[in-house]
C-alpha cells in the first residue's frame, strides 16, 4: 500500500498539492472497493450508521453499487438482473428505500367519512384531477343494474364530495375509464343504461361544465366495457393504451390499443410473440416503458360468471420500437379471485387490492419478481371500487366494504420518509468498529503522507548543507 501511495521522488522534488489530491483520491478508491461488499453483509441500521459518520461513503451510493449488494444480501437473496440497455440507469438505493418499507413498515388505513356522498355504487370512473378526485357514473344492484350519470369532486384537502352541477351530463353509464390529461378528462368504452357497450371517446372540462363526446379517427377497438386502460406517452404523444374488454354478446379478446389525445387518432400498434390468453377482469398498470397485466377470467356466457379464473402474470414490453409480450415467471397469490381488482404504481412496485374472499392486499415487486402480503393492522376490504393517487396517499372510492356498498373513503400513504439510509437507528457493534478501522486507516495515511513530506524537506536541506 505505501509503495502505491508514495511514489520515489528526487531529492529535490517536492509534493505539491496537487500530488496530494491524486493520494486522497487513489485512497478513496481503494477504500470504496473494499467497503462496498463488506457493507453489503452489514444489517440496515448498521449500514445507515455508517453512512451518517462517515463522509467518505456519502460519495458510494451514487455509484450504486453498494445499494445493489446491500438488496441482494437483505432482501432478495438472488443476483439482480442487469438493467436494460434503454434503461442503463437503475436507482438501487430508491428501490432499496421501496424494500424497506414494504417489508417492515405496518400500513394504517384510515377511513374517512365525508358529510356529503354520492349515492352507493361500483365500478364508477375515478381520475385524479389536480389534489382532487374526480367520481363520475357507477352502477348498483337492485333486480336489474341501475347506473348513474351525475359528476362528483372530492377534496383531499378539506375530505369532502361536492356535486358538480354539470351542464351537458355524461350518459348513464358505468365499468369505463376516465384519464385526466392537463385540464381536460378523456372517457372510453362502457356500458349504458340499455345494456349497449360505447367505444366512444368523450372529453369532460370543468370550465364548461360540458360531457361532449370526440370526432376520433383511425380504426378504433370494438365496443367495449371494462377495459384495462392507462395513459401513457408513445413517440411523444400523449394517449391511453387500452386492453381487452368485454365486447356484445360478452365476446372478449387479450387485444392492445393506443389513443392519441393529441390528434384523436386510434394509431395502430405492432406486437410480437404469443400474448395472455383471451381474458376479462385484468387488472394492471404501467410502470416505464412495461405494462403490467395480471389475472382476469373467463365468463360464462349463459350463466352470465366468471368460470375460470387466471392468476398469470403478464409483460407487455412498450417503447419505440415492435411491442413484445412475454410472460412473468412468479404467478399471483393462492388465495382470493384475480378479478377486477385495483392496481396503484408506487416507484418499483404495484400495490394491489380487492382480493374477493379474502381481506389481504399484496404488492408485487417489478425487479424481483416476487409478491408479498402488506403489513397492516387496520384492514378494510375493497373491492370492485376505484383507486388512485394523490400526493402521498392511495384513495379507495366507491365500490364495496365487505357485502355494502362504501359511504366512505378509504386512503393509505405508502410514501412515508422515515426511513432514511442516513439516519440512525439503534448501535451495532459491527458498524462502530467499521467506522473505528476506517479511522485508524485515514489517521495512518495521513501520517505516512506528512513523514514523506518531513523526510523530503529533510533531504533537500541536508543536499543545500552538504553543497555549501
Known amino acids: 500500500v505505501g509503495t502505491y501511495f508514495f511514489r520515489v521522488r528526487s531529492p529535490c522534488t517536492m509534493i505539491t498539492d496537487a500530488d496530494m489530491e ?230 372478449y379478446q387479450s387485444d392492445v390499443h393506443f389513443f392519441n389525445i393529441d390528434d384523436h387518432t386510434w394509431e395502430p400498434v405492432v406486437i410480437e410473440g404469443p400474448g395472455p390468453e383471451d381474458r376479462i377482469g385484468s387488472t394492471g398498470c404501467i410502470i416505464g416503458d412495461k405494462l403490467f397485466v395480471y389475472g382476469g377470467g373467463t365468463l360464462d356466457r349463459t350463466a352470465k360468471q366468471y368460470k375460470t379464473y387466471f392468476k398469470d402474470l403478464w409483460c407487455l414490453h412498450l417503447g419505440e420500437g415492435t411491442w413484445r409480450w412475454n410472460q412473468l415467471d412468479n404467478n399471483g397469490p393462492s388465495c382470493g379471485l384475480p378479478v377486477s381488482l385495483t392496481s396503484v404504481p408506487i416507484g418499483n412496485h404495484i400495490l394491489i387490492e380487492g382480493f374477493m374472499n379474502t381481506d389481504t392486499s399484496y404488492v408485487f415487486d417489478t425487479i424481483s419478481c416476487s409478491w408479498s402480503e402488506v403489513l397492516s393492522n387496520t384492514r378494510n376490504p375493497s373491492n370492485y371500487g376505484a383507486a388512485t393517487v394523490v400526493g402521498d396517499h392511495v384513495y379507495y372510492t366507491t365500490g364495496y366494504r365487505g357485502n355494502t356498498h362504501a359511504t366512505d373513503v378509504l386512503k393509505v400513504s405508502p410514501f412515508y420518509s422515515i426511513f432514511s439510509f442516513y439516519s440512525c437507528f439503534f448501535p451495532s457493534c459491527y458498524s462502530m468498529l467499521f467506522v473505528f478501522v476506517y479511522v485508524m486507516f485515514r489517521f495512518m495515511f495521513r501520517f505516512m503522507f506528512y513523514v514523506n513530506r518531513l523526510l523530503v524537506v529533510s533531504n533537500i536541506i541536508v543536499t543545500s548543507l552538504s553543497r555549501d
Not at 432482501?75 to 440507469?89: E, G, Q, Y
Not at 430508491?94 to 374517512?112: D, G
Not at 353509464?173 to 343504461?193: A, D, M, P
Request: glycine share 6%.
Open 22 to 251: 491524486t493520494h486522497l483520491w487513489s485512497a478513496d478508491e481503494i477504500f470504496c472497493e473494499l467497503v462496498e461488499p463488506i457493507a453489503s453483509f452489514l444489517d440496515l441500521s448498521s449500514v445507515g450508521r455508517l453512512l451518517r459518520v462517515c463522509t467518505r461513503l456519502c460519495g458510494i451510493p451514487s455509484k450504486q453499487r453498494l445499494w445493489k449488494l446491500v438488496c441482494e444480501v437483505n432482501f432478495l437473496h438472488k443476483t439482480l438482473p442487469a438493467p436494460s440497455v434503454s434503461t442503463p440507469f437503475f436507482d438501487y438505493a430508491a428501490y432499496l428505500r421501496e424494500k424497506i418499507i414494504w417489508e417492515t413498515y405496518q400500513f394504517e388505513w384510515e377511513k374517512v367519512s365525508p358529510t356529503c356522498f354520492p349515492s352507493k355504487r361500483s365500478h364508477a370512473g375515478v381520475t385524479r384531477f389536480g389534489d382532487k378526485l374526480v367520481v363520475v357514473g357507477g352502477h348498483y344492484r337492485s333486480n336489474d343494474f341501475m347506473r348513474e350519470d351525475d359528476v362528483w369532486l372530492y377534496h383531499c384537502d378539506k375530505q369532502e364530495f361536492e356535486k358538480i352541477e354539470v351542464v351537458v351530463p355524461p350518459p348513464k353509464i358505468s365499468r369505463f375509464s376516465i384519464h385526466t390529461f392537463g385540464e381536460t378528462i378523456y372517457s372510453f368504452g362502457g356500458i349504458l343504461q340499455d345494456k349497449s357497450k360505447l367505444n366512444q371517446v368523450y372529453t369532460f372540462r370543468f370550465d364548461s361544465k360540458s360531457w361532449c363526446p370526440i370526432k376520433t379517427f383511425g380504426t378504433p377497438p370494438s365496443p367495449r366495457c371494462e377495459s384495462l386502460t392507462q395513459p401513457y406517452t408513445w413517440r411523444g404523444k400523449q394517449g391511453i393504451l387500452v386492453f381487452s374488454g368485454s365486447q356484445e354478446g360478452l365476446l
